[in-house]
Nanobody
């Protein structure tokens, strides 16, 4: 398993932008599909975005399509989530996720989770 550490969360006004980062341990990062999930207070954890090991394929939840961009730098063992045009409904704890078999689009496929980073969007 890989160890994942997220950063980049914070407080931002609606319409603003944030970039989340997730650094993974280990030398096999490029073989893992990576993703971001989020959990708002009182709600279940939900899929946000995912990317294949090579970065050639990306997937997005409908709620963030066109506003968020997932990318990765395998040389730095890092996956990013660029979030633009943020809304109050994007407020949540964002979790980085790794899947050894492909891009994780459902939580049951996730092998490793980060501890999360809080994003708060004020309206």
């Amino acid at each position: 398993q890989v160890q994942l550490v997220e950063s980049g969360g914070g407080l931002v006004q609606a319409g603003g932008s944030l970039r989340l980062s997730c650094v993974a341990s280990g030398r096999t990062f490029s073989t893992y599909g990576m993703g971001w999930f989020r959990q708002a207070p009182g709600k279940e954890r939900e899929f946000v975005a995912a990317i294949s090991g090579t970065g050639s394929a990306t997937y997005y939840a409908d709620s963030v399509k066109g506003r968020f961009t997932i990318s990765r730098d395998n040389a730095k063992n890092t996956v990013y989530l660029q979030m633009n045009s943020l809304k109050s409904t994007d407020t949540a704890v964002y979790y980085c996720a790794a899947d050894r078999w492909g891009a994780p689009t459902i939580s049951t496929r996730v092998d490793s989770w980060g501890k999360g980073t809080l994003v708060t969007v004020s309206s």
